[in-house]
């Protein structure tokens, strides 16, 4: 028996002895895929889905996800995915190569591939073929992860992915116990600050009232010692699986605490997944002027509706705006029209 390198569970594995994701063994000593090139799905999507708002603004994606998860959110809202043996999954995966997923992205006329269905650390050799091909063809590698590696795997994160959107899901221990399934958020932190040395980092935050609610602060504090430019996602937690039962948060509540919690420490603050919210559009840090412009489609995300820089800066006062790629020429060009 080895122990698992991947993630913080640390998992004993061996020949028939798979860990907590069910995705990993050790049949010759080693830790080993154990379903690699098979996929649950691919779709067509624009980043700021996923989300990522600065990186490749309004850029078309391929949204891919394997299956099985690290952790044991009472409010997944890919259960059918993450919570089922992926052994069982097999008849129905895709069994894709890494140059094959290229091409279908290169034909459906997307610029990145972006893994957001499930959890990456749970596939990350494959991910890692598909990183080489995709850079070979120019592609830009993207995913929304929890965070929950090892630093060895978080170093193989960051070096597979050009952007990475953490969720940030809470910080004390009873909420990580009760509502992940791991015992704390100490790895979740570590990470961020490593990744956003490496690669380009947004962060998510799910926002339950009355239970993770009072933590935003602490959360923004966080961030604002990683960097005053990290784009921080706040979303109300639109609750599924074993919270299935539980009413929807109210969207004036969480939008007064996420204002209260960032006012003044981060520069690029975001409420959304509800229709019509004014917390889309990038802001200049410098005089407040909406410089990218975003139009707010609820729970099937956001898109781009027009794009105000000149050279990566404010035209009206010339403040730098933090951005990892330019807005998609194309989509910008549409969204103005």
């Known amino acids: 028996m080895i122990r698992c390198d991947v ?28 379903f690699p090139d098979r996929w649950c799905a ?3 999507a624009r980043m700021e889905t996923i989300p ?7 850029a078309r994606c391929l949204v891919v996800g394997t299956a099985g998860c690290n952790f044991d959110c009472r409010y997944c809202a890919n259960a059918e995915v993450v919570k089922v043996d992926p052994a069982g999954q097999q008849d129905v995966m895709l069994d894709i190569l890494p140059e094959d997923l290229v ?25 890692e073929r598909v990183s080489v091909a995709a850079r070979r063809a120019g592609l830009v590698m993207g995913c929304l992860t929890n965070g929950y590696a090892t630093p060895e795997g978080t170093a193989r994160l960051g070096a597979i992915f050009d952007c990475v959107n953490v969720s940030l899901k809470g910080l004390s221990p009873e909420f990580c116990r009760d509502y992940l399934g791991v015992p704390d958020v100490g790895p979740i932190l570590r990470n961020i600050q490593a990744l956003a040395r490496t690669t380009h980092v947004e962060v998510t935050t799910p926002v339950i009232e009355g239970i993770n609610s009072h933590e935003l602060s602490e959360m923004v504090d966080f961030l604002a010692g990683v960097g005053p430019d990290v784009p921080w996602h706040a979303f109300r937690l639109l609750p599924e699986y074993k919270m299935r039962q539980e009413d929807y948060p109210s969207v004036a509540a ?4 996420v204002e209260a919690a960032a006012r003044g420490k981060l520069r690029y603050v975001y409420f959304h997944n509800f229709i019509g919210s004014r917390w889309v559009n990038t ?23 027009a794009v105000h820089l000149d050279g990566g800066a404010c035209p009206r006062c ?8 330019d807005p998609d020429p194309a989509t910008a060009k549409e969204a103005c029209s």
């Open 7 to 34: 993630c913080e569970r640390r998992c004993p594995l061996g020949p028939d002895t798979s860990g907590y994701c069910r995705m990993y063994h050790a049949p010759h000593g080693l830790v080993e895929e154990r």
């Open 42 to 44: 691919y779709a067509t």
């Open 52 to 58: 990522f708002y600065h990186a490749w603004p309004g």
């Open 103 to 127: 091409a279908v992205a290169r034909k459906r006329g997307c610029r990145a591939i972006v893994f957001s269905v499930n959890e990456p650390t749970v596939s990350l050799p494959t991910l």
């Open 254 to 257: 969480v939008g007064a605490q």
């Open 283 to 305: 802001l200049c840090p410098g005089c407040g002027e909406a410089v990218i412009e975003r139009h707010s489609l609820g729970c099937g995300g956001d898109r781009l509706q």
């Open 318 to 325: 010339g403040a730098s705006v933090a951005l990892r790629g």
